[in-house]
């Protein structure tokens, strides 16, 4: 056995160890919590507010998107987690390392939803109003409630990434193949 196999194997040992003792605490102090709760609320009242609310004829393009930034905010969630920036208290699936209400409900559907609103305001000024309010207001109000903590960020670090996340999401809605379908 090389020194490298052994090496990734002790690190591989630590790493089930840490996910034991996360899972542990999971069920122990997060699962069936006020906090899991209001994450599986999320989940359900903008599931359900997507469906009521979309316009129906533009479901697919925004989809796409949605999808986009559910993909690229997770992504960077994980990156992000991984390097130790910011930290989640009560996720709703332990498995995961980042807040996916967060990521794969809230930021798509409210991207979403922004995109379909008022289409004549160019997507540059929503963008910022979009990224205001979730750097200034969402993160601090997760922050509040304890789903998340800030290690090494500021709020107002977030603030260009989700512009470029809305503006990217915004283009993939509005390409023109969509009206070929």
Do not use: C, H
Request: charged content about 20%.
């Amino acid at each position: 056995m090389t020194n490298t196999t052994l090496i990734y194997d002790t690190y591989f040992e630590k790493q089930r160890q840490l996910n034991d003792e996360k899972l542990q605490i999971w069920m122990d102090y997060t699962l069936f919590s006020w906090r899991w709760w209001l994450g599986v609320f999320l989940i359900l009242l903008l599931i359900g507010f997507w469906i009521k609310f979309r316009k129906k004829e533009s479901t697919d393009r925004l989809l796409y998107a949605g999808l986009f930034v559910a993909i690229f905010s997770s992504f960077l969630d994980m990156i992000g987690d991984f390097l130790g920036l910011w930290d989640y208290r009560y996720e709703v699936f332990p498995l995961a390392s980042n807040y996916l209400p967060w990521d794969l409900i809230l930021l798509p559907i409210s991207m979403m939803f922004f995109i379909q609103v008022k289409p004549q305001i160019s997507p540059i000024i929503k963008a910022v109003v979009y990224s205001t309010l979730s750097s200034f207001i969402g993160l601090p109000l997760l922050n509040w409630i304890g789903l998340y903590k800030p290690l090494d960020w500021k709020y107002l670090y977030s603030f260009p990434i989700l512009i470029i996340i809305y503006l990217a999401g915004s283009y993939i809605a509005s390409r023109k193949d969509f009206e070929k379908i």
